[in-house]
T-cell receptor
Framework: GQNIDQPTEMTATEGAIVQINCTYQ??????LFWYQQHAGEAPTFLSY??LDGLEEKGRFSSFLSRSKGYSYLLLKELQMKDSASYLC??????????WGAGTKLIIKP | GAVVSQHPSRVICKSGTSVKIECRSL??????MFWYRQFPKQSLMLMAT?????????EQGVEKDKFLINHASLTLSTLTVTSAHPEDSSFYIC??????????????FGPGTRLTVL
């Protein structure tokens, strides 16, 4: 079966760095997405990885290792507004998104 | 960037009534639209995929006669929850994909519709 695993909840301090991991097992692979979702709102796109390596975009970076079925989202210089759920999603061979359950990130002052 | 709108953003209805939710792509043609449901503290659950001009493909366990999906044009898809019951109360989110452009088939999400069935 298809499976996406990510931690349920993480806590970090304002100004610090946090890494949210995601492991996956899917039928086929056409890229991995990270989305941010604030409570009561729809997800917003953060990043996309289809090749191995690190993609950097401002304070956020995303890493992919296809051989290990592994990705992480790295958030630097954390701000209170970064408190949200972070969803990992893999596009399978049918171009369907398979979603993880999301990681709730709590930022403390 | 691509914008997807949903209407209404919030709806409260009585049990047994039907509710229609609209999803529109405002600045691109959405060849494919997706309908998701999200219960509190849970991840997105895909309900169905619809391609313009054809019948929707429903995920296992989703009743097609209860959740009617129409994708009559390249910019509009509708989800009708028929004979709604309290257990249908949820956050319904649509997303749209323009397969003719973009690097990686990104899905653009609407803002979601909060449905509460009394």
């Amino acid at each position: 079966g298809q499976n996406i695993d990510q931690p349920t909840e993480m806590t970090a301090t304002e100004g610090a760095i946090v890494q949210i991991n995601c492991t996956y097992q899917t039928s086929g692979f056409n890229g991995l997405f990270w989305y941010q979702q604030h409570a009561g709102e729809a997800p917003t796109f953060l990043s996309y990885n289809v090749l191995d390596g690190l993609e950097e975009k401002g304070r956020f970076s995303s890493f992919l290792s296809r051989s290990k079925g592994y990705s992480y989202l790295l958030l630097k210089e954390l701000q209170m507004k970064d408190s949200a759920s972070y969803l990992c999603a893999v596009m399978d061979s049918n171009y369907q998104l398979i979603w993880g359950a999301g990681t709730k990130l709590i930022i403390k002052p | 960037g691509a914008v997807v709108s949903q209407h209404p953003s919030r709806v409260i209805c009585k049990s047994g009534t039907s509710v229609k939710i609209e999803c529109r792509s405002l600045d691109f043609q959405a060849t494919t639209m997706f309908w998701y449901r999200q219960f509190p503290k849970q991840s997105l659950m895909l309900m169905a995929t619809s391609n313009e001009g054809s019948k929707a493909t429903y995920e296992q366990g989703v009743e097609k006669d209860k959740f009617l999906i129409n994708h009559a044009s390249l910019t509009l898809s509708t989800l009708t929850v028929t004979s709604a019951h309290p257990e249908d109360s949820s956050f319904y989110i649509c997303s749209a994909r323009d397969a003719t452009s973009g690097e990686y088939n990104e899905q653009f999400f609407g803002p979601g519709t909060r449905l509460t069935v009394l």
